[in-house]
Protein backbone atom coordinates (compact mmCIF):
# COMPACT_ATOMS: atom_id res chain seq x y z
CA UNK A 1 0.00 0.00 0.00
CA UNK A 2 1.45 3.46 -1.21
CA UNK A 3 1.50 6.30 2.16
CA UNK A 4 -0.24 8.30 -0.33
CA UNK A 5 -1.60 8.87 -3.57
CA UNK A 6 -0.54 10.87 -6.32
CA UNK A 7 -2.86 13.20 -8.54
CA UNK A 8 -1.66 16.11 -11.29
CA UNK A 9 -3.19 19.08 -11.66
CA UNK A 10 -3.05 20.79 -14.99
CA UNK A 11 -4.59 23.95 -13.91
CA UNK A 12 -5.40 25.88 -10.56
CA UNK A 13 -8.98 25.75 -11.17
CA UNK A 14 -8.53 21.40 -11.02
CA UNK A 15 -5.69 22.02 -8.08
CA UNK A 16 -8.23 23.55 -5.99
CA UNK A 17 -10.50 21.08 -6.40
CA UNK A 18 -8.81 18.29 -5.65
CA UNK A 19 -7.30 20.14 -2.50
CA UNK A 20 -10.06 21.08 -1.18
CA UNK A 21 -11.59 17.60 -1.59
CA UNK A 22 -13.33 16.56 1.88
CA UNK A 23 -12.88 13.34 1.72
CA UNK A 24 -9.17 12.83 0.87
CA UNK A 25 -6.48 15.13 3.20
CA UNK A 26 -4.44 16.79 0.19
CA UNK A 27 -1.24 18.49 -0.22
CA UNK A 28 0.25 20.45 -3.05
CA UNK A 29 3.34 18.86 -4.18
CA UNK A 30 5.53 21.59 -6.30
CA UNK A 31 9.39 20.25 -6.83
CA UNK A 32 9.16 18.11 -3.94
CA UNK A 33 12.98 19.12 -2.32
CA UNK A 34 11.70 19.12 1.01
CA UNK A 35 8.50 17.17 0.93
CA UNK A 36 10.47 13.98 -0.57
CA UNK A 37 13.20 14.99 2.51
CA UNK A 38 10.22 15.26 5.17
CA UNK A 39 8.66 11.88 3.56
CA UNK A 40 11.79 9.93 3.86
CA UNK A 41 11.76 10.27 7.52
CA UNK A 42 8.44 11.03 8.70
CA UNK A 43 4.75 9.44 8.36
CA UNK A 44 3.42 11.83 5.63
CA UNK A 45 0.16 13.59 7.56
CA UNK A 46 -2.00 13.37 4.44
CA UNK A 47 -3.08 10.74 1.87
CA UNK A 48 -2.56 12.52 -1.05
CA UNK A 49 -0.30 14.97 -2.88
CA UNK A 50 -1.38 17.28 -5.70
CA UNK A 51 1.62 17.78 -8.06
CA UNK A 52 1.18 21.97 -8.90
CA UNK A 53 4.65 21.89 -10.79
CA UNK A 54 3.21 22.03 -14.05
CA UNK A 55 0.43 24.13 -13.91
CA UNK A 56 0.83 26.64 -17.11
CA UNK A 57 -0.68 29.49 -15.26
CA UNK A 58 1.33 29.04 -12.41
CA UNK A 59 4.82 28.77 -14.27
CA UNK A 60 4.65 32.87 -15.60
CA UNK A 61 6.94 35.47 -15.04
CA UNK A 62 5.28 38.62 -16.40
CA UNK A 63 5.17 42.56 -16.13
CA UNK A 64 1.95 43.93 -16.32
CA UNK A 65 2.18 47.68 -16.67
CA UNK A 66 3.70 48.56 -12.91
CA UNK A 67 3.34 45.14 -11.39
CA UNK A 68 5.47 42.00 -11.58
CA UNK A 69 3.51 38.49 -11.37
CA UNK A 70 5.91 35.31 -10.68
CA UNK A 71 3.88 32.37 -10.91
CA UNK A 72 4.42 29.87 -7.48
CA UNK A 73 5.61 26.97 -10.03
CA UNK A 74 8.39 29.04 -10.93
CA UNK A 75 11.66 27.24 -10.06
CA UNK A 76 14.83 28.91 -8.79
CA UNK A 77 16.42 27.88 -12.26
CA UNK A 78 13.33 29.88 -13.97
CA UNK A 79 13.06 32.45 -11.87
CA UNK A 80 17.20 33.48 -12.25
CA UNK A 81 16.98 32.89 -15.62
CA UNK A 82 14.18 35.85 -16.20
CA UNK A 83 14.72 39.07 -17.91
CA UNK A 84 12.02 40.47 -16.32
CA UNK A 85 13.07 39.25 -12.75
CA UNK A 86 17.01 40.33 -13.81
CA UNK A 87 15.72 44.06 -14.62
CA UNK A 88 13.32 44.82 -11.72
CA UNK A 89 14.17 42.43 -8.79
CA UNK A 90 18.14 41.59 -8.46
CA UNK A 91 17.78 40.50 -4.45
CA UNK A 92 15.28 37.92 -5.81
CA UNK A 93 17.38 36.27 -8.76
CA UNK A 94 20.58 36.84 -6.41
CA UNK A 95 18.69 34.82 -3.80
CA UNK A 96 17.85 31.86 -6.13
CA UNK A 97 20.68 31.68 -7.52
CA UNK A 98 22.19 31.22 -3.66
CA UNK A 99 19.88 28.02 -3.06
CA UNK A 100 21.42 24.75 -3.08
CA UNK A 101 23.04 23.23 -5.98
CA UNK A 102 21.59 23.25 -9.83
CA UNK A 103 19.47 20.32 -9.07
CA UNK A 104 17.78 21.86 -6.18
CA UNK A 105 17.12 24.98 -7.99
CA UNK A 106 15.85 23.36 -11.38
CA UNK A 107 13.37 21.52 -9.32
CA UNK A 108 12.43 24.07 -5.81
CA UNK A 109 9.80 26.66 -6.47
CA UNK A 110 8.80 29.57 -5.04
CA UNK A 111 6.01 28.92 -3.59
CA UNK A 112 7.01 25.58 -2.01
CA UNK A 113 10.05 27.84 -0.48
CA UNK A 114 7.16 29.75 1.12
CA UNK A 115 4.86 27.67 2.19
CA UNK A 116 7.09 25.57 3.90
CA UNK A 117 8.51 29.05 5.31
CA UNK A 118 11.68 27.25 7.13
CA UNK A 119 13.50 30.23 9.10
CA UNK A 120 16.26 29.97 6.64
CA UNK A 121 14.15 30.13 3.93
CA UNK A 122 16.26 32.20 1.01
CA UNK A 123 13.29 33.44 -1.19
CA UNK A 124 11.87 35.59 1.95
CA UNK A 125 14.21 38.62 2.82
CA UNK A 126 14.09 39.33 -1.37
CA UNK A 127 10.02 38.80 -1.44
CA UNK A 128 9.29 40.85 1.76
CA UNK A 129 12.01 43.47 0.65
CA UNK A 130 9.84 43.66 -2.72
CA UNK A 131 6.42 44.44 -0.54
CA UNK A 132 5.32 41.21 -2.31
CA UNK A 133 1.80 39.48 -2.07
CA UNK A 134 1.05 36.66 -2.20
CA UNK A 135 -2.01 35.45 -3.88
CA UNK A 136 -4.01 31.93 -2.38
CA UNK A 137 -6.76 30.52 -3.65
CA UNK A 138 -9.23 27.54 -2.25
CA UNK A 139 -12.28 26.01 -2.62
CA UNK A 140 -14.10 28.80 -0.73
CA UNK A 141 -12.38 31.70 -2.83
CA UNK A 142 -9.41 34.00 -3.65
CA UNK A 143 -7.73 35.82 -1.01
CA UNK A 144 -3.97 37.90 -1.00
CA UNK A 145 -2.29 38.64 1.98
CA UNK A 146 2.10 40.55 2.16
CA UNK A 147 4.72 37.39 2.39
CA UNK A 148 5.34 38.83 5.49
CA UNK A 149 2.02 38.35 7.08
CA UNK A 150 1.66 34.66 5.45
CA UNK A 151 5.20 33.63 7.06
CA UNK A 152 4.11 33.58 10.86
CA UNK A 153 6.59 32.10 12.16
CA UNK A 154 9.54 29.18 11.30
CA UNK A 155 7.76 26.78 9.58
CA UNK A 156 4.35 28.36 10.17
CA UNK A 157 2.07 30.26 7.65
CA UNK A 158 -1.29 31.43 7.49
CA UNK A 159 -2.10 28.80 4.94
CA UNK A 160 -5.35 27.19 5.48
CA UNK A 161 -6.47 23.29 4.50
CA UNK A 162 -6.75 23.01 0.99
CA UNK A 163 -5.28 26.26 0.07
CA UNK A 164 -2.97 26.83 -2.69
CA UNK A 165 -0.28 29.45 -3.37
CA UNK A 166 -1.30 30.62 -7.09
CA UNK A 167 1.47 33.17 -8.16
CA UNK A 168 2.79 36.41 -6.18
CA UNK A 169 2.62 39.83 -7.24
CA UNK A 170 4.93 43.05 -6.12
CA UNK A 171 5.44 46.44 -7.39
CA UNK A 172 7.50 47.14 -9.66
CA UNK A 173 10.55 49.54 -7.81
CA UNK A 174 10.94 52.92 -8.82
CA UNK A 175 13.13 53.77 -12.37
CA UNK A 176 16.55 53.48 -10.61
CA UNK A 177 16.38 51.46 -7.56
CA UNK A 178 18.60 48.40 -7.31
CA UNK A 179 18.68 45.62 -5.14
CA UNK A 180 20.82 43.16 -3.37
CA UNK A 181 20.60 39.60 -1.67
CA UNK A 182 23.48 38.26 0.39
CA UNK A 183 23.58 35.46 2.39
CA UNK A 184 26.30 33.45 5.21
CA UNK A 185 26.55 30.01 4.66
CA UNK A 186 29.32 27.39 5.53
CA UNK A 187 29.33 26.08 2.04
CA UNK A 188 29.09 28.12 -0.79
CA UNK A 189 26.29 25.79 -2.96
CA UNK A 190 24.41 24.01 -0.38
CA UNK A 191 24.35 25.69 3.30
CA UNK A 192 21.50 26.20 4.29
CA UNK A 193 21.92 29.47 5.27
CA UNK A 194 21.84 31.00 8.76
CA UNK A 195 21.80 34.87 8.16
CA UNK A 196 20.92 36.73 4.97
CA UNK A 197 20.00 39.89 4.05
CA UNK A 198 17.93 41.89 0.93
CA UNK A 199 18.46 45.46 0.38
CA UNK A 200 17.12 47.70 -2.23
CA UNK A 201 17.86 51.64 -2.69
CA UNK A 202 18.72 54.58 -4.87
CA UNK A 203 20.33 58.22 -4.33
CA UNK A 204 18.88 60.81 -5.15
CA UNK A 205 20.70 63.90 -7.58
CA UNK A 206 22.62 65.48 -4.70
CA UNK A 207 23.41 61.67 -3.34
CA UNK A 208 21.69 61.26 -0.81
CA UNK A 209 19.20 58.08 -0.33
CA UNK A 210 15.63 58.44 -1.60
CA UNK A 211 14.43 55.29 -1.48
CA UNK A 212 15.51 52.16 0.66
CA UNK A 213 14.70 48.80 1.64
CA UNK A 214 15.81 46.33 3.85
CA UNK A 215 14.94 42.94 4.88
CA UNK A 216 17.09 40.30 6.88
CA UNK A 217 16.58 36.41 6.39
CA UNK A 218 16.51 34.13 9.24
CA UNK A 219 16.85 36.85 11.87
CA UNK A 220 13.36 37.03 13.44
CA UNK A 221 10.62 34.93 13.60
CA UNK A 222 8.58 36.05 10.98
CA UNK A 223 10.76 37.75 7.82
CA UNK A 224 9.76 41.60 8.09
CA UNK A 225 11.07 44.89 6.78
CA UNK A 226 13.65 46.76 9.42
CA UNK A 227 11.71 50.30 8.89
CA UNK A 228 13.24 51.46 11.53
CA UNK A 229 16.42 51.24 10.05
CA UNK A 230 15.05 52.24 6.60
CA UNK A 231 14.03 55.64 8.39
CA UNK A 232 17.58 56.85 9.70
CA UNK A 233 19.27 56.26 6.67
CA UNK A 234 16.24 57.83 4.04
CA UNK A 235 17.40 61.54 3.26
CA UNK A 236 20.94 60.54 4.34
CA UNK A 237 24.15 60.93 2.28
CA UNK A 238 25.19 56.85 2.74
CA UNK A 239 29.07 57.30 4.32
CA UNK A 240 30.97 54.38 6.09
CA UNK A 241 29.75 56.25 8.92
CA UNK A 242 25.88 56.19 8.27
CA UNK A 243 26.29 52.64 6.67
CA UNK A 244 27.89 51.26 9.95
CA UNK A 245 25.62 52.79 12.14
CA UNK A 246 22.70 51.20 10.10
CA UNK A 247 24.39 48.16 10.66
CA UNK A 248 24.25 48.38 13.89
CA UNK A 249 20.53 49.33 14.38
CA UNK A 250 19.67 46.09 12.35
CA UNK A 251 21.30 43.99 14.83
CA UNK A 252 19.72 45.99 17.81
CA UNK A 253 16.16 46.12 16.24
CA UNK A 254 16.65 42.33 15.64
CA UNK A 255 17.94 41.62 20.15
CA UNK A 256 14.49 43.57 20.43
CA UNK A 257 12.43 41.23 18.64
CA UNK A 258 14.13 38.00 19.86
CA UNK A 259 16.17 39.11 22.84
CA UNK A 260 19.31 37.16 23.40
CA UNK A 261 20.16 33.98 23.01
CA UNK A 262 22.93 31.49 23.02
CA UNK A 263 23.47 32.38 19.31
CA UNK A 264 23.15 35.94 19.43
CA UNK A 265 27.00 36.85 20.13
CA UNK A 266 27.47 35.70 16.90
CA UNK A 267 24.61 36.83 15.18
CA UNK A 268 25.02 40.34 16.73
CA UNK A 269 28.40 40.67 14.58
CA UNK A 270 27.02 39.11 11.66
CA UNK A 271 24.03 40.76 10.86
CA UNK A 272 25.71 43.99 11.28
CA UNK A 273 28.45 43.26 8.80
CA UNK A 274 25.82 41.69 6.31
CA UNK A 275 22.96 44.66 6.90
CA UNK A 276 26.37 47.15 6.13
CA UNK A 277 27.69 45.12 3.10
CA UNK A 278 24.24 44.82 1.32
CA UNK A 279 23.19 48.29 1.70
CA UNK A 280 26.24 49.10 0.63
CA UNK A 281 25.90 46.76 -2.81
CA UNK A 282 22.11 48.75 -3.28
CA UNK A 283 23.26 52.41 -2.88
CA UNK A 284 26.62 51.81 -4.77
CA UNK A 285 25.98 54.84 -7.14
CA UNK B 1 0.22 3.98 -10.77
CA UNK B 2 1.01 4.07 -14.50
CA UNK B 3 3.71 5.83 -14.97
CA UNK B 4 4.92 6.57 -18.69
CA UNK B 5 7.96 8.62 -19.62
CA UNK B 6 10.83 8.28 -22.18
CA UNK B 7 14.23 7.00 -20.91
CA UNK B 8 16.84 7.40 -23.07
CA UNK B 9 15.03 8.06 -25.91
CA UNK B 10 12.78 4.79 -25.43
CA UNK B 11 9.36 4.84 -24.22
CA UNK B 12 8.41 2.64 -21.22
CA UNK B 13 5.29 2.33 -19.10
CA UNK B 14 5.67 1.07 -15.81
CA UNK B 15 2.94 0.01 -12.82
CA UNK B 16 4.37 1.26 -9.73
CA UNK B 17 3.52 2.55 -6.34
CA UNK B 18 3.13 6.31 -6.64
CA UNK B 19 4.85 7.00 -3.31
CA UNK B 20 8.23 5.92 -4.86
CA UNK B 21 11.25 8.38 -6.03
CA UNK B 22 11.82 8.37 -9.43
CA UNK B 23 15.54 6.74 -8.24
CA UNK B 24 13.50 3.80 -7.15
CA UNK B 25 11.46 3.43 -10.42
CA UNK B 26 14.85 3.52 -12.11
CA UNK B 27 16.93 1.20 -10.10
CA UNK B 28 14.04 -1.49 -8.99
CA UNK B 29 11.57 -1.24 -11.84
CA UNK B 30 13.69 -0.45 -14.84
CA UNK B 31 17.17 -1.98 -13.96
CA UNK B 32 18.99 1.27 -14.54
CA UNK B 33 21.25 1.27 -12.18
CA UNK B 34 23.52 3.92 -13.19
CA UNK B 35 21.95 6.34 -10.80
CA UNK B 36 23.37 5.77 -7.33
CA UNK B 37 21.73 6.34 -3.89
CA UNK B 38 24.04 8.11 -1.80
CA UNK B 39 22.58 9.74 0.87
CA UNK B 40 18.83 10.07 -0.39
CA UNK B 41 18.17 13.28 0.67
CA UNK B 42 19.39 15.86 -2.17
CA UNK B 43 22.64 16.50 -0.84
CA UNK B 44 25.25 14.53 -3.10
CA UNK B 45 24.25 14.07 -6.42
CA UNK B 46 24.93 10.50 -6.71
CA UNK B 47 21.51 10.17 -7.96
CA UNK B 48 21.63 12.95 -10.65
CA UNK B 49 19.54 12.41 -13.70
CA UNK B 50 18.74 14.77 -16.42
CA UNK B 51 14.53 15.23 -16.90
CA UNK B 52 13.92 17.64 -19.87
CA UNK B 53 17.19 18.87 -19.87
CA UNK B 54 17.97 19.75 -16.77
CA UNK B 55 19.93 18.41 -13.73
CA UNK B 56 17.69 16.80 -11.28
CA UNK B 57 18.03 14.78 -7.91
CA UNK B 58 16.09 11.81 -8.73
CA UNK B 59 15.83 10.61 -5.19
CA UNK B 60 13.80 14.10 -4.76
CA UNK B 61 11.61 13.73 -7.92
CA UNK B 62 8.03 11.73 -7.38
CA UNK B 63 7.94 8.87 -9.71
CA UNK B 64 5.21 9.96 -10.97
CA UNK B 65 6.05 13.67 -11.76
CA UNK B 66 8.11 11.83 -14.39
CA UNK B 67 5.14 10.22 -15.58
CA UNK B 68 5.42 12.54 -19.60
CA UNK B 69 8.46 13.62 -19.08
CA UNK B 70 12.10 12.62 -20.58
CA UNK B 71 14.89 11.59 -18.70
CA UNK B 72 18.61 10.42 -19.75
CA UNK B 73 20.08 8.63 -17.22
CA UNK B 74 23.90 7.64 -17.40
CA UNK B 75 23.02 4.05 -18.98
CA UNK B 76 22.05 6.72 -21.99
CA UNK B 77 25.30 8.66 -22.38
CA UNK B 78 27.59 7.08 -25.07
CA UNK B 79 29.26 7.38 -28.70
CA UNK B 80 26.98 6.42 -30.98
CA UNK B 81 29.30 2.87 -31.36
CA UNK B 82 27.61 2.62 -27.90
CA UNK B 83 31.27 3.09 -26.40
CA UNK B 84 32.15 5.87 -23.89
CA UNK B 85 31.45 8.98 -25.26
CA UNK B 86 34.33 12.53 -25.26
CA UNK B 87 33.25 13.22 -21.73
CA UNK B 88 33.24 9.85 -20.30
CA UNK B 89 37.05 9.28 -22.30
CA UNK B 90 38.15 12.87 -20.73
CA UNK B 91 37.01 11.57 -17.53
CA UNK B 92 39.59 8.65 -17.78
CA UNK B 93 42.20 10.57 -19.28
CA UNK B 94 42.49 13.32 -16.61
CA UNK B 95 42.43 11.17 -14.03
CA UNK B 96 39.47 12.10 -12.77
CA UNK B 97 37.59 8.75 -11.77
CA UNK B 98 38.96 7.14 -8.03
CA UNK B 99 36.07 5.06 -6.81
CA UNK B 100 33.94 5.81 -9.55
CA UNK B 101 30.60 6.19 -7.25
CA UNK B 102 30.03 9.63 -7.95
CA UNK B 103 31.45 9.29 -11.47
CA UNK B 104 27.63 8.59 -12.87
CA UNK B 105 25.87 11.72 -11.50
CA UNK B 106 29.27 13.80 -12.02
CA UNK B 107 28.83 12.66 -16.08
CA UNK B 108 25.09 13.86 -15.91
CA UNK B 109 26.22 17.31 -14.42
CA UNK B 110 28.85 17.92 -16.43
CA UNK B 111 26.86 17.16 -19.82
CA UNK B 112 23.92 19.36 -18.15
CA UNK B 113 26.38 22.04 -17.96
CA UNK B 114 27.81 21.79 -21.84
CA UNK B 115 23.97 21.49 -22.70
CA UNK B 116 24.13 25.19 -21.54
CA UNK B 117 27.29 26.31 -22.67
CA UNK B 118 30.37 25.04 -24.45
CA UNK B 119 32.51 28.24 -23.29
CA UNK B 120 32.15 27.32 -19.26
CA UNK B 121 34.89 28.87 -16.65
CA UNK B 122 36.42 26.83 -14.65
CA UNK B 123 34.15 28.53 -11.86
CA UNK B 124 31.16 28.04 -13.80
CA UNK B 125 32.28 24.19 -14.09
CA UNK B 126 32.45 24.14 -9.89
CA UNK B 127 29.24 25.75 -9.94
CA UNK B 128 27.37 23.44 -11.99
CA UNK B 129 29.02 20.58 -9.87
CA UNK B 130 28.33 22.25 -6.31
CA UNK B 131 25.64 19.86 -5.90
CA UNK B 132 27.51 16.48 -6.46
CA UNK B 133 30.07 15.25 -4.00
CA UNK B 134 33.16 13.24 -4.30
CA UNK B 135 35.06 11.93 -1.50
CA UNK B 136 38.12 11.07 -3.59
CA UNK B 137 39.43 12.88 -6.48
CA UNK B 138 39.50 16.31 -4.95
CA UNK B 139 37.46 18.39 -7.84
CA UNK B 140 40.30 19.02 -9.89
CA UNK B 141 40.61 16.40 -12.39
CA UNK B 142 37.02 16.55 -12.81
CA UNK B 143 36.83 20.13 -14.10
CA UNK B 144 39.55 19.17 -15.82
CA UNK B 145 37.87 16.75 -18.08
CA UNK B 146 34.87 18.60 -18.26
CA UNK B 147 37.07 21.67 -19.21
CA UNK B 148 38.96 19.68 -22.03
CA UNK B 149 35.66 18.71 -23.50
CA UNK B 150 33.89 21.72 -23.51
CA UNK B 151 37.11 23.03 -25.91
CA UNK B 152 37.25 19.97 -27.70
CA UNK B 153 33.19 19.96 -28.82
CA UNK B 154 33.80 24.17 -29.32
CA UNK B 155 36.54 22.61 -32.23
CA UNK B 156 34.44 20.32 -33.39
C1 LIG C 1 20.03 19.62 -0.61
C2 LIG C 1 19.05 20.73 -0.38
C3 LIG C 1 19.51 22.05 -0.35
C4 LIG C 1 18.62 23.10 -0.13
N1 LIG C 1 19.11 24.36 -0.10
C5 LIG C 1 18.27 25.38 0.16
C6 LIG C 1 18.76 26.72 0.20
O1 LIG C 1 19.95 26.99 0.00
N2 LIG C 1 17.87 27.71 0.48
C7 LIG C 1 16.54 27.47 0.70
O2 LIG C 1 15.79 28.40 0.94
N3 LIG C 1 16.05 26.21 0.65
C8 LIG C 1 16.87 25.17 0.39
N4 LIG C 1 16.37 23.89 0.36
C9 LIG C 1 14.95 23.65 0.64
C10 LIG C 1 14.03 23.55 -0.58
O3 LIG C 1 14.73 23.23 -1.75
C11 LIG C 1 13.25 24.84 -0.83
O4 LIG C 1 12.51 25.19 0.32
C12 LIG C 1 12.30 24.75 -2.03
O5 LIG C 1 11.97 26.02 -2.46
C13 LIG C 1 11.03 24.01 -1.76
O6 LIG C 1 10.24 24.08 -2.94
P1 LIG C 1 9.60 22.77 -3.61
O7 LIG C 1 8.87 23.22 -4.80
O8 LIG C 1 10.62 21.72 -3.78
O9 LIG C 1 8.58 22.38 -2.45
P2 LIG C 1 7.88 21.01 -2.11
O10 LIG C 1 8.84 20.11 -1.42
O11 LIG C 1 7.15 20.48 -3.27
O12 LIG C 1 6.82 21.57 -1.04
C14 LIG C 1 7.22 22.14 0.19
C15 LIG C 1 5.97 22.49 1.01
O13 LIG C 1 5.26 23.54 0.40
C16 LIG C 1 3.94 23.14 0.05
N5 LIG C 1 3.69 23.78 -1.23
C17 LIG C 1 4.44 23.66 -2.37
N6 LIG C 1 3.96 24.47 -3.31
C18 LIG C 1 2.89 25.12 -2.78
C19 LIG C 1 1.98 26.09 -3.27
N7 LIG C 1 2.06 26.58 -4.52
N8 LIG C 1 0.99 26.53 -2.43
C20 LIG C 1 0.89 26.05 -1.18
N9 LIG C 1 1.73 25.14 -0.66
C21 LIG C 1 2.71 24.68 -1.45
C22 LIG C 1 3.96 21.64 0.04
O14 LIG C 1 2.68 21.11 0.35
C23 LIG C 1 4.96 21.35 1.14
O15 LIG C 1 4.36 21.44 2.39
C24 LIG C 1 17.24 22.82 0.10
C25 LIG C 1 16.78 21.51 0.04
C26 LIG C 1 17.66 20.46 -0.19
C27 LIG C 1 17.15 19.05 -0.24
S1 LIG D 1 21.11 10.21 -3.33
FE1 LIG D 1 20.09 11.83 -4.29
S2 LIG D 1 21.34 13.48 -3.81
FE2 LIG D 1 22.23 11.92 -2.64
S1 LIG E 1 35.55 9.00 -7.37
FE1 LIG E 1 35.02 8.26 -5.43
S2 LIG E 1 33.48 9.62 -4.79
FE2 LIG E 1 34.17 10.50 -6.60
Not at chain 1, 63 to 74: D, K, L, S
Not at chain 1, 176 to 201: C, D, E, H, Y
Request: charged fraction near 20%; proline fraction near 5%; aromatic fraction near 4%.
Amino acid sequence: MPRFDYVRAHSVAEAVQLLGDPEILSRPLGGGTDVLVFVRHEKPPYDRLVDISRVPEMKIIERHGGEIVVGAAVTYTEAAESPVLQEAAACLVEACLSVGGPAIRNAGTLGGNVANAAACADSLPSLVCLDAVAHLCSRSGERALLVSDLVTGANRTALQRGELITHFTFPVPPAGVRSAFTKLGRRNAQAISRLSMAAAGRLDAQGCVDFVRLSPGAATSQPRRFTEVEAMLLGQEPTDELLAAAGSQTAEVMIGMTGRRWSTEYKEVAIQALAERTLRRALAG
Amino acid sequence: MLIQFTVNKKSVAVEAPADITLLDLLRDYLGLTGAKEGCAVGECGACSVLMDGRLVNSCLVLAPQADGSEILTIEGVHAPDGGLNDLQENFITYGAVQCGICIPGMVLAGEALLLETLTPTRAEIRTALAGNLCRCTGYQQIVDAIEATAQQRRNQ
